[in-house]
């Protein structure tokens, strides 16, 4: 059975750090494109990070660039997103999603990240 399933959020300060880890099962993850969504109250659903299959090919968006960092550990079939210099702006429910074309795309149930003084 496939599933992904996030962990790590939590209440933060500005400023703060965190580390989202999504844990896939019923996959290799190697195998699959690796993104980080979020969504935040009332907006849509934005990407936030990506890493390829092939080459580790690591991407953001322009307003996490140089404070998040996604990675991919294989032994344990496991991708991340480090977050540093957490602002309020950050503020979502974040989604791991898995992608191989053509069609296949899985997504986890999201956990909640909060950064707030």
């Known amino acids: 059975q496939v599933q992904l399933v996030e962990s790590g959020g939590d209440m933060v300060q500005p400023g703060g750090s965190l580390r989202l880890s999504c844990a896939a099962s019923g996959f290799t993850v190697s195998d699959y494109v690796m993104s980080w969504y979020r969504q935040a109250p009332g907006k849509a659903r934005e990407w936030v990070a990506i890493?390829?299959?092939?080459?580790?090919?690591?991407s953001y968006t322009a307003s996490v660039k140089g404070r998040f960092s996604i990675s991919r550990d294989n032994a344990e079939n496991t991708v991340y997103l480090q977050m540093n210099s957490l602002k309020s702006e950050d503020t979502a429910v974040y989604y791991c999603?898995?992608?191989?074309?053509?069609?296949?795309?899985?997504w986890g149930q999201g956990t909640q990240v909060t950064v707030s003084s």
């Open positions: 999603n898995a992608n191989r074309p053509p069609g296949v795309d899985y």
């Open positions: 890493i390829t299959s092939v080459g580790n090919f690591e």
